[in-house]
């Protein structure tokens, strides 16, 4: 998408921030980082490799997974094909995982980790970001029954970035490095903390496991100027 285009689907901040900023980093795992052309690139394969098995426009896709490149890099490959994100919490017991993947009609399950990040591209040609509709289910904590899907779309994840994107002093602005301690499969994690990021084409540092002293030891090796958490 051009710069002067309204994002009508979470993929086209990728795309945006991948346009204005290619060699800027997008995000930092570690020791490992990623440009957003890098992460373009990599959503595009995913994208691809979804498209591959068959999955079509609006299909539920089930992702569990800590905080890593390699779930950004789906989550935004998801939303680039117009298929629907379902975030699955890694550390659900089996009996709340089997009820999450039920309930949201995934018709695939995605789990990260094993495969060393960029042995797997799927070549072939761009994939042109979807459409709005329908971006994600995020479940609720289940404390008064079991956990419920919460239906958000492209467009009110989007819209939520534009209200916040007016108050001032900005929370995060372009060129700032912002902490992600809290998990992508939640709605503050994903949308206020990734989704700012990518809005904003800042540098997202990415806290897989949460530990007091190496959190605060990252503020410093990688410049954090923005925490997010709550």
Same mark, same amino acid.
């Given at each position: 998408m051009s710069s002067l285009e309204e994002p009508r #689907?979470?993929? %086209? $901040?990728? /795309?945006?921030?991948a346009? =204005?900023?290619?060699d800027r980093p997008a995000l930092i795992a570690g020791n490992h980082s990623l440009t957003w052309s890098e992460l373009d690139l990599a959503a595009d394969s995913y994208a691809r490799g979804l498209l591959s098995r068959g999955l079509t426009f609006g299909d539920r896709v089930g992702v569990s997974a800590p905080n890593t490149i390699e779930l950004v890099a789906t989550l935004f490959g998801i939303w680039r094909a117009g298929l629907i994100a379902v975030p699955v919490n890694p550390d659900f017991t089996p009996r709340e995982r089997e009820h999450v993947i039920g309930d949201s009609g995934a018709v695939l399950v995605v789990g990260v980790g094993g495969v060393p990040f960029g042995d797997v591209p799927v070549p072939g040609e761009p994939v042109e970001n979807a459409g709005g509709g329908l971006a994600v289910l995020l479940y609720t904590s289940g404390t008064s029954g079991a956990p419920k899907g919460a239906?958000?779309?492209?467009?009110?994840? $989007?819209? #939520?970035?534009? =209200? &916040?994107?007016?108050? /001032?002093?900005?929370? &995060?602005q372009n060129g700032d490095v912002a902490l992600l301690p809290v998990p992508l499969f939640h709605a503050y994690g994903l949308n206020c903390g990734l989704g700012a990021v990518a809005y904003h084409g800042a540098t997202g540092v990415? &806290?897989?496991?949460? %530990?007091? &002293?190496?959190?605060?030891?990252? $503020?410093?090796?990688d410049g954090v100027t923005v925490l997010l958490g709550v």
């Open positions: #689907n979470l993929a %086209d $901040l990728l /795309s945006r921030a346009g =204005q900023h290619p239906m958000l779309t492209h467009h009110a994840l $989007l819209a #939520n970035h534009r =209200q &916040v994107e007016r108050i /001032s002093p900005p929370l &995060v990415l &806290v897989e496991h949460f %530990d007091p &002293v190496d959190t605060l030891g990252r $503020l410093r090796r």
